[in-house]
């Protein structure tokens, strides 16, 4: 393995698996065309060898995304490997981004990754794990709150379009507040975030019938007090 197989090749199998999930018996045969006759057996070495490789530049990226005084985003997804289950991390602040394959979704990974006393800005979705993470700042996507409500109204609900239309329209005025915050003065800027929040807040008052819109204004208020 080692005496025919270049560094070019190992790091285009490497691609082919982790960034275009090709299966192995797939990228032998492609292999094959190159007249490269790597065994489907072998191709595992061939990954583990470039992961070797670029493990002291994933531990360099991981300290610097600390480091980085910018907002952070993470997300996480499901990542089977070897056919167990597990999950592919991923955590992006600037021009840093960073990947973690780990057999767990718990909040452990997201200390382990930042640290318990990281304070940034930390943007995610509403899954609890980010919670652990007490001293930073946490902004919630509006993406997903906005996807949920859409959905919900296209089921032609009155109440629930009326919700979405609602929601929607705080997000817009949300989003030109945020476009133009640096030109605007302190104290306009923390009016207009006051009025922002005033909206949500009236947004979930009252009771619908409609478990659904019910369930995202508890996630509103939940999320807006913390």
Known sequence: MRGHVGMRALALIAEWKTKLAIPYGKIA???RDFHLPVSRGGLPACTRRVSEWLKP???ELSLML???DRPMHADET???VNGKNGWLWMFHAGEVTVYFAEPTRSGAVVVAVLGKDWSGVLITDFYGAYSLLVACIHQFCWAHLLREAKEIAALGEPVAKRFHAQ???I???ADIVAQAAEA???EVRQQEYRRIDSK???LRKGHSKNPDVERLKDRIARHQES
Do not use: D, G, I, Q
């Open 29 to 31: 045969r492609m292999l």
């Open 78 to 80: 499901s990542w089977p």
């Open 57 to 59: 530049e994933h531990e």
């Open 184 to 186: 605007l003065a302190p």
């Open 66 to 68: 600390r480091r980085v």
């Open 167 to 169: 929601l929607t329209n």
């Open 200 to 202: 949500l807040s009236n």
């Open 171 to 173: 997000y817009r005025k």
